[in-house]
């Protein structure tokens, strides 16, 4: 019913590493800081955070829906048992 974030995950994973692997090469290099590197690796930590609170979210309304059903078919069988 609910997609997978395995896809997302894996692209917020690399935007983290290659903003990682960017950042210390040019630290290295030219002993400066890379925007490129930084930008990317905030994506990729923005990215997981957006994921992780969706999932969140997703599953705070799953088991809503689910006590909202329960208490939807007790409601039902009592107006029945009164019939």
Do not use: D, H, W
């Not at 969706?54 to 088991?63: D, F, I, V």
């Amino acid at each position: 019913m609910f997609e997978s974030y395995n896809k997302p995950m894996v692209i917020a994973i690399l935007l983290i590493i290659v903003g990682i692997v960017v950042f210390i090469y040019e630290l290295i290099k030219s002993f400066a800081f890379s925007l490129t590197g930084i930008v990317s690796l905030l994506m990729g930590l923005g990215l997981v955070y957006t994921i992780n609170a969706s999932k969140a979210e997703l599953n705070r309304l799953r088991l809503e829906n689910i006590e909202l059903r329960r208490s939807l078919e007790e409601t039902a069988k009592s107006v029945n048992s009164m019939l």
